[in-house]
């Protein structure tokens, strides 16, 4: 149950900081909008689907992209999580 609040906390941090732009590690940026329960970008046609960005969450904090590259979109994910808009210093 307690997992379940901290997802649904985080994606309410997305989701007040969508069209904001963010950084990739690289030095992309990117804006972003939620329709849903998907992430969809401004600078690709991935999407993410919000049990993607669950998944990552059990595994925060992120050392590198790698740690989430068998989900969706992993540099937009870690871009995403490790802001410290998204993780308020939790991680």
Not at 62 to 74: E, H, I, M, Y
């Amino acid at each position: 149950m307690e997992n379940i609040l901290i997802y649904d906390f985080i994606w309410n941090r997305i989701t007040e900081h969508q069209h904001e732009t963010f950084h990739q590690k690289k030095g992309g940026q990117f804006t972003y909008y939620i329709n849903g329960n998907t992430i969809y970008f401004d600078r690709t046609n991935w999407f993410l689907p919000r049990n993607d960005i669950e998944e990552a969450l059990r595994r925060v904090p992120l050392q590198t992209t790698s740690d989430v590259n068998d989900l969706q979109a992993p540099s937009y994910i870690y871009a995403i999580l490790m802001d410290e808009r998204i993780s308020g210093k939790l991680w």
